[in-house]
């Protein structure tokens, strides 16, 4: 069983920052993949931010250049640091992680950026 603790969600000013974290443990053999996605009330869940095993990064258009995702392989950690954060980014971010066939969630981090 794997488990993901996502940890630094909260209230911000728009214009502000925040770094998300997830941390991975539990019976993790090969990780392919860890990526956060969101999802904003009456809309579906979204992918913001991927990196595969070998540190290939992927992002939503509507965040490039304001979020960076990255990864410690020691730490089975992942973090986003996301920086001019608009309202429109309020929504409750998950934590994904691809291990085989497998798909593992975190519970989720709620972001909320006032205007």
């Known amino acids: 069983q794997v488990q993901l603790v996502e940890s630094g969600g909260g209230l911000v000013q728009a214009g502000g920052s925040l770094r998300l974290s997830c941390v991975a443990s539990?019976?993790?053999?090969?990780?392919?993949?860890m990526g956060w996605y969101r999802q904003a009330p009456g809309k579906q869940r979204e992918l913001v931010a991927g990196?595969?095993?070998?540190?290939?990064?992927n992002y939503a258009d509507s965040v490039k250049g304001r979020f960076t995702i990255s990864r410690d392989n020691a730490k089975s950690t992942v973090y986003m640091q996301m920086n001019s954060l608009k309202s429109e980014d309020t929504a409750v971010y998950y934590c994904?992680?691809?291990?085989?066939?497998?798909?593992?969630w975190g519970q989720g981090t709620q972001v909320t950026v006032s205007s």
């Open positions: 994904n992680l691809v291990s085989g066939r497998y798909e593992y």
């Open positions: 539990g019976s993790i053999f090969s990780i392919r993949a």
């Open positions: 990196i595969m095993s070998g540190g290939r990064t």
